[in-house]
């Protein structure tokens, strides 16, 4: 499978920003999804997760309550919203993909996109 991640952009504190990743090659509806970031210096880290269907969810702490991962296997596309941005969001977001069991280290995905920044200004 082929990911494509877009949305990202340049906001304000307190602003919402919609990723989407968008993938191709094979039936989406078989892997289970997931963005992490990477902001410079630090390590990849894990935003949120999303079962093969949409029921399954889960957050990284600093996620809970503002944004919200959701997934359209019609489409092929998983949806990251975010709101109440913050700049310490600052990072570039890259989406991910795995046929096996979900989870929040890198290593469990298997297939990524090529990320998109997310930038956020005080």
């Known amino acids: 499978v082929q990911l494509q991640a877009s949305g990202g952009g340049l906001v304000q504190t307190g602003d919402s920003l919609r990723l989407s990743c968008a993938a191709s090659?094979?039936?989406?509806?078989?892997?289970?999804a997931a963005w992490f970031r990477q902001a410079p210096g630090k390590e990849r880290e894990f935003v949120a997760l999303i079962g093969r269907s949409d029921v399954t969810t889960y957050y990284g702490d600093f996620a809970k309550g503002r944004f919200s991962i959701s997934r359209d296997n019609a489409e092929n596309t998983v949806y990251l919203q975010m709101n109440n941005l913050k700049p310490e969001d600052t990072a570039v977001y890259y989406c991910?993909?795995?046929?096996?069991?979900?989870?929040?280290?890198?290593?469990?995905?298997?297939?990524w996109g090529q990320g998109t920044q997310v930038t956020v200004s005080s």
């Open positions: 090659g094979r039936t989406f509806s078989s892997y289970a």
């Open positions: 991910a993909a795995t046929t096996g069991a979900i989870a929040t280290v890198a290593r469990n995905y298997d297939y």
